[in-house]
């Protein structure tokens, strides 16, 4: 009579040991991928956003440009100021890194506001942030504030250049509206962003370049 003898056969320490390294891999593997495409969904928001943040910008900027009306301001009861477009003033600490100016179509449906559809904008770089300020009135009184409207942040530096029909400029003449605007913006995380505007223009300019194509 043969005796059989059965033996029960379990996983050793080091095939247990080997199986944990395993899975611990396929774990750690898994969980990198998982995190490289969170991580990247998450830097593609951010620029999508801070995109739509500069365009959004630009868009209100190009607003205001469209419309820049030939009418010059006094500031805080002095003067009638000479030009229409400014990128000097002390009452505002202008430098080369902002832009003042009246625009037209602001809009005051049935006159209910005390105001008139002219609007004073400046632009200015402030603490590394592009600012809109504008007055409710165009000739500001002595103490009047302006509503300031912070517009993109981490802006290094800010350059305006205009065209007059022949070349582009970083002054304006006097007494004369540019046929285009250029605003060159440094960001900290972009770099150098150009973007150009046309503007109604001067219409002397406008005619003189007609009669000389005319010719």
């Known amino acids: ?38 991580t990247s969904d998450e830097v593609a928001q951010k620029r999508i956003n ?17 419309q820049i009306a030939r009418r010059s301001m006094r500031i ?22 902002a832009i003042a100016f009246v625009r037209g179509g602001w809009r005051n449906p049935a006159l209910i506001m005390p105001r008139s559809d002219m609007q004073p904008v400046v632009y200015q770089l402030n603490n590394n942030t592009l600012e809109r300020l504008h007055f409710n009135f165009v000739d ?37 509206i540019p046929l285009a605007i250029a605003v060159e913006l440094e960001l ?9 505007f046309l503007v109604a223009g001067d219409p002397s300019t406008t005619k003189q370049k007609e009669s000389r194509s005319g010719r």
């Open 76 to 97: 805080e009861g002095e003067a009638p100021l000479e030009s229409y477009i400014h990128t000097e003033l002390q009452s505002f600490s202008l430098g080369n890194n």
């Open 1 to 38: 009579m043969h005796k059989f003898h059965h033996k029960n056969k379990g996983f050793t320490l080091l095939e247990v040991l080997i199986a944990i390294a395993i899975f611990s891999l396929i774990s750690l593997a898994s969980f990198t991928i998982f995190n490289t495409v969170l």
């Open 50 to 66: 801070r995109l739509n943040e500069i365009q959004r910008a630009f868009l209100i900027m190009e607003r205001d440009f469209l």
């Open 188 to 196: 900290e995380d972009m770099g150098k962003i150009r973007r150009e």
């Open 140 to 176: 500001t009184v002595v103490g009047e504030e302006p509503k300031t409207r912070p517009l993109l942040q981490q802006v290094k530096e800010l350059n305006f250049e205009f065209f007059d029909g022949k070349q582009w400029r970083t002054e304006v003449r006097k007494n004369a």
